[in-house]
Each structure stands twice: as C-alpha cells, then as structure tokens.
C-alpha cells in the first residue's frame, strides 16, 4: 500500500507558474511508474503526464507539452509537476496517481491502470 498526499495548488493568473508535489509514504516510489490526471467541473477525469520509475521516460498530454514537466526524486519518495505558462483551461482539480504494473506508454495515459490515487489539489487559473 501506499498514500500520496499532493500539495502545492492554489490561485495563480493566467501566465504564471506553480509546481505541485506528490509525497508518498507506505512504500518507495521508486516501485512505482507515477502520473499526475486533472479533472475539471462537469468533465472526466484526464491525463497529464506520467513518468516511468527511473524518470528517463516522460509522457504528456498534448494540451501541456512544452508547458508543463513531471519529474520525480525517489529519495524524496516525491513526483512533481512544474506548470508553466498556466491557462485558465488549467483549472481543475490535479491528482497524482502510482500505477504498480508494467503499463504501456499509452496505458499511463488511462486512469484506470493506476492503482493509487491521491486526494487532489485544487489549481485555479483566473484570467
């Protein structure tokens, strides 16, 4: 088992930047390929991005690519999330998931693979 907490949401203007962080604790991350889904008001759930255990290979939406970078530090037993260049179609609310198997690269990208999810933070871009 293992708990992902994510922090580092908030209210930021359209243009700026935030980082989330995913901490984990139960067990090391570094068992673990990691993804960050968002989920907007009245719509599902989607992917972000998601990085493989040893962090050489990164996948991305194609709403975020050259926006946003995942990155992960397993001594830190934390995954983050560097937004840049934040869109109001940013808002919504980001969750870090831990998937335990040996999912395709298009696997990461469906939220059913993973098998542990954080709590969410809320990121709001205002216009």
């Known amino acids: 088992q293992v708990q992902l907490v994510e922090s580092g949401g908030g209210l930021v203007q359209a243009g700026g930047s935030l980082r989330l962080s995913c901490a984990a604790s139960?067990?090391?991350?570094?068992?673990?390929?990691m993804g960050w889904f968002r989920q907007a008001p009245g719509k599902e759930r989607e992917f972000v991005a998601a990085?493989?255990?040893?962090?050489?290979?990164?996948y991305y939406a194609n709403s975020v690519t050259g926006r946003f970078t995942i990155s992960r530090d397993n001594a830190k037993n934390t995954v983050y999330l560097q937004m840049n260049s934040l869109k109001p179609e940013d808002t919504a609310v980001y969750y870090c998931?831990?998937?335990?198997?040996?999912?395709?690269?298009?696997?990461?990208?469906?939220?059913?693979?993973?098998?542990?999810w954080g709590q969410g933070t809320q990121v709001t871009v205002s216009s």
């Open positions: 998931a831990a998937e335990t198997g040996y999912a395709s690269s298009s696997g990461l990208r469906r939220a059913f693979e993973y098998d542990y």
């Open positions: 139960g067990r090391t991350l570094s068992y673990y390929a």
């Open positions: 990085v493989r255990t040893s962090g050489g290979f990164t």
